[in-house]
């Protein structure tokens, strides 16, 4: 793919509505040239439906959509520059590898001879070189995504869409995947927008993180940005899963602030926030818990699971349960244990709603 061809995407005030029921408020996002961004958030938030919007298969009720400066609001799905790698790789189960990637461009008029040559090419691009003979139920899963992935890429489009594409992949196999795929959107620079509803697949492949709830954006900006930064309980929570603990904000000193968790005390940046009651997203791997009866942060384990590498606790307190996640195996502590609870320099920040 030439990453000339990658086209930015506008989403200008788009609306969207089925009948009396609105999918999509108002809905105004960029994504540049060649970044990969991600819509991420639950089910019916929106997020498939705004890339349908964007591939043609569902049009606006209101609002622009633009595809590398040009207006395609209205435009069908073949008149767009953009390809769509679906969830369940669309692959024609009676045509061999190379033949699925050639499919498209041999219906755009190439001839046969060109597009095989470029349908090879792209198989060499997705590290299936060689294994163009070999029909679809050859292959395995992340072998047929790859295929996929091929046929979207040889038609060289402005924006590639992938939707859900590792959902029909075990764990194992999503995680090299994912991999696979971002290694090859920076390599080759061209401009995708990804769907999905896996925080950690999110947090893996994305330039850009787009949350949504519904039918509008609950916050955006880097994987970093999102996990550190939450602008809200949903985000702490939807991102990497957070503890979202009341708090008293003491003082601000600068950037930093003060805050106080029953008889705890600790800093943390400010984020803008006031002194007065807050909120505080605290990753499950920011928690120390040591046995001991009294402390000014204390609680109970309720729940232990040694998982191999780290225990996970369940920790009643005064302000709600605690998720732990422990690394220290070699000191499980059992249920019922008083515990001093105490918090790490990172994992830790002031929800800025």
Excluded: W
Excluded at 286 to 312: C, K, M, Q, W
């Amino acid at each position: 793919m030439n990453p000339a061809q990658a086209g930015s995407v506008v989403f200008q005030n788009v609306r969207k509505t089925f009948g009396a029921f609105t999918a999509i408020h108002d809905l105004s996002l960029t994504v540049e040239p060649g970044t990969l961004v991600t819509l991420l958030g639950p089910s019916g938030c929106g997020k498939t439906t705004t890339l349908r919007m964007l591939a043609g298969l569902e049009h606006p009720s209101s609002g622009r959509i633009l595809i590398g400066g040009k207006d395609v609001t209205m435009l069908p799905a073949n008149e767009r520059d953009v390809s769509m790698v679906f969830q369940s790789y669309a692959l024609f189960p009676h045509m061999n590898s190379l033949d699925n990637v050639a499919y498209g461009l041999e219906s755009s008029g190439l001839s046969k001879k060109e597009a095989r040559q470029k349908a090879e090419h792209g198989l060499e691009l997705v590290g299936l070189a060689g294994m163009g003979r070999r029909l679809p139920a050859e292959l395995s899963g992340g072998q047929q995504q790859r295929v996929a992935v091929a046929r979207a890429l040889v038609l060289e489009p402005q924006v590639l869409l992938l939707d859900e594409p590792l959902s029909n992949l075990d764990a194992r196999l999503r995680r090299r995947v994912r991999t696979e795929i971002r290694e090859l959107q920076q390599r080759l620079q061209f401009t995708a927008v990804y769907v999905t509803h896996d925080q950690d697949e999110a947090l893996a492949v994305s330039d850009k993180i787009v949350v949504m709830k519904d039918g509008g954006i609950a916050q955006e900006g880097s994987p970093r940005d999102l996990y550190e930064a939450p602008a809200s309980s949903f985000i702490a929570d939807f991102i990497g899963e957070a503890n979202v603990v009341p708090c008293e904000i003491i003082d601000i000193s600068g950037t930093q602030a003060t805050v106080g968790i029953e008889g705890l005390r600790h800093v943390v940046p400010a984020r803008g926030a006031r002194p007065g009651r807050g909120k505080l997203a605290v990753r499950p791997n920011a928690i120390t818990v040591e046995p001991a009866e009294n402390a000014a942060f204390s609680g109970r384990i309720r729940h232990a699971a040694y998982l191999g590498d780290h225990i996970e606790y369940e920790a009643e307190t005064s302000g709600g349960t605690l998720y732990i996640v422990d690394p220290s195996v070699d000191r499980p502590l059992p249920p019922g244990t008083q515990v001093a609870i105490g918090l790490k320099n990172r994992g830790i920040a002031i929800i800025a709603e």
